[in-house]
């Protein structure tokens, strides 16, 4: 081993082990990815940590940048808090995640001076690579990095380096006109109490954001008035925040109660009156309350679902920024590199299967059609041989759509979810090469134990046999009419922390079902996949313990026998053959994409 080498591995092992240290993480495992794949950023998957790899010569500036980026994560891992579902723009979105930094970078740094130097010097780097060093007008720098830069000014009270001076030098004037003489103070001082942050963040997001909805603006002070009135009467703390509850309680039940329709009598229109009279119902009318006509029939009699209100059907792309999405596709191609070629095998070998059944194929010899010309010297050497005559034989092959419907519960976590993610891409490639559309579909919940929808019903006095209690999210990676290359980054958001949670199976298939039912293509095809039974702790625990799979059991009956889809499901250490009727069950999520490939082959043989 060359001296370069060793210094470099010797640099390698000590900022790892100092990363860990600084994010308090000893589970992590410290990644040192190529340049060409990660230049200038730093990220965390599951428990990988990938840091942009050193050079071989141990350049000191080099050096510098590894620490700052290595330093900016641990401080994301230790001290970061998610952001909420607020009615952000995008643009807000970035404005916002540029004072988190600030935020989280700010309250490492101000403990660890050193550390904030380090951030900063890679800062400057990084500036002066992608050219912000010879700007001078505003148009040529995002916002947002200027919003951060004023950030770690005002919150680490510290002078900035040369390049980052003059960056936010040229946003200085914008931002002193909207906010004004307080700038960023109330900001500055509630950096250790992450939930204060926000809110105040979202009134600088309000001044700097005209296309930012007011509902922000109403929520943060609305909150932030209740959190100064029980700071302001604390005896009287107990019994205002009692009524808050009841009248919180009531107006939810009201909006609840006008949102939910009987359609089991066909009364368009007609609204529940009170959901306290769920006892006084028949199995039939409870089963059907929140369902349309087409619906209701799929489930079972007592199925029931106690709000849709906080539902979600999302596409991917509104789940994570581009950015992020691309450096989740980074981690998924590095994870499944090695098993790559394989599954590709398999999947040229079903591209050469379909597209052998729409080969043209023709009729010779027959006495009417297109004059075949292979016959012309024929004809004029002998002039009373018959003209022969040939005509293109119809391929039976159908217009085809295939939707695979991937189940996104917290079970799927690791291989089994990175495995489905592949196996997708490529089957949607090879399928798209053929002709053949098709969808990505995922399915969870947007909580882990029930979410807003079981907080609904603790304040309405937990009514007996709530039906399903959970926030459902349906997540679109790719529509069948977007081409694969658009959507390809998509799929990696199956590896972001936090989206896999629970599995509602019965509602997501019936969802995938009614999608496919409404396109024009002659033949449709959904194959499921996933690794358990459906699981929801908060429905479960307040329902008999059979009430997600009776409602699956249903849900699949009714798909089957309606004729309109052909469906298919592969169980990954699950025995799914006691549900559908042609169904494959893998001990091994590694066999997935080859049992996906050969699932397909035997439905278009």
């Known amino acids: 081993m060359s001296k370069d080498q060793k210094s470099t591995d010797s640099f390698k092992d000590a900022n790892a082990v100092a990363f860990k240290t600084l994010a308090n993480k000893k589970d992590l495992d410290v990644v040192y990815a190529p340049k060409s794949e990660q230049p200038f950023s730093a990220y965390t998957i599951g428990k990988i940590a990938k840091l942009p790899h050193p050079s071989l010569h141990t350049d000191p500036e080099d050096l510098t940048l590894i620490r700052g980026l290595s330093d900016s994560l641990a401080m994301r891992e230790k001290f970061h808090t998610p952001r909420r579902n607020d009615p952000l723009s995008e643009q807000s979105i970035a404005l916002y995640d540029a004072l988190e930094k ?125 959190q100064s009135e029980q700071q302001n009467a604390p005896e009287d703390k107990e019994e205002e925040t009692e009524e808050q509850k009841r ?69 991917a792309e509104e789940l994570a920024v581009p950015i992020e999405l691309k450096n989740l596709r980074n981690a998924l191609d590095h994870q499944l590199r090695p098993s790559l070629h394989i599954i590709s095998k398999l999947a040229n070998r079903l591209q050469r299967k379909l597209m052998a059944q729409q080969r043209r194929s023709w009729l010779f010899n027959i006495d009417d059609g297109i004059l075949d010309s292979r016959r012309f010297a024929q004809i004029i050497a002998d002039p009373t041989q018959p003209a022969r005559y040939k005509q293109e034989k119809q391929t039976e092959f159908k217009d085809t759509v295939v939707s695979l419907l991937i189940d996104n519960s917290g079970s799927m976590r690791g291989r089994p979810i990175s495995i489905a993610a592949m196996s ?33 019903w603790t304040e309405m006095n937990r009514p007996e046999k709530p039906g399903r209690l959970n926030d459902i999210r349906h997540i679109i990676y790719k529509d069948a009419d977007v081409p694969m290359r658009r959507a390809k980054n998509n ?12 599995n509602i199976d019965g509602e997501a298939l019936l969802w995938g079902y009614k999608r496919l039912n409404k396109r024009p293509e002659q033949r449709k095809i959904l194959m499921v996949i996933s690794d358990g039974a459906p699981v929801d702790d ?28 052909e469906l298919t499901a592969i169980g990954i250490g699950h025995d799914v053959t006691r549900y559908y009727n042609r169904a494959i069950t893998l001990k091994n999520a590694g066999d997935l994409g080859e049992t996906m490939i050969q699932e397909l082959e035997d439905l278009f043989g």
Request: net charge negative; proline share 3%; charged share 30%.
């Open 102 to 226: 600030a935020r989280y970078e700010s309250v490492g740094g101000n403990r660890m001076p050193g550390l904030n130097q380090n951030i900063l010097q890679a800062n400057e780097q990084i500036y002066a690579q992608k050219g912000y060093h010879t700007i001078s007008e505003r148009s040529q720098l995002p916002m947002s990095e200027a919003l951060y830069l004023l950030a770690r000014k005002d919150f680490s009270h510290t002078k900035l380096p040369k390049t980052s001076e003059m960056m936010l030098d040229i946003w200085a004037d914008f931002f002193k006109e909207m906010l004004g003489k307080d700038g960023l103070n109330k900001l500055s001082a509630s950096l250790e109490t992450p939930n204060t942050f926000r809110l105040e963040a979202l009134k600088i997001l309000q001044k700097l954001d005209p296309s930012l909805s007011e509902d922000s603006s109403e929520e943060a002070d609305s909150t932030e008035e209740q």
């Open 247 to 315: 009248e919180q309680a009531q107006t939810l039940k009201e909006e609840s109660t006008q949102s939910l329709e009987d359609q089991s009598q066909g009364q368009e229109g007609e609204r529940l009156e009170d959901m306290d009279n769920i006892e006084g119902e028949t199995p039939q009318e409870s089963a059907n309350r929140n369902f349309s006509d087409d619906e209701a029939p799929a489930h079972s009699l007592d199925y029931r679902i106690f709000t849709t209100r906080f539902d979600e059907i999302v596409k």
């Open 424 to 456: 997708a891409d490529l089957l949607a490639r090879t399928l798209e090469r053929c002709g053949v559309k098709v969808e990505i579909l995922g399915f969870t919940t947007r909580s882990w134990k029930g979410g807003q929808a079981r907080q609904l």
């Open 491 to 502: 799929l990696g958001l199956m590896l972001k922390e936090g989206i896999l949670k629970e």
């Open 538 to 565: 908060s429905t479960l625990s307040s329902n008999h313990a059979m009430y997600l799979e009776s409602d699956l059991r249903s849900v699949i009956d009714f798909v089957q026998r309606s004729k309109n889809v």
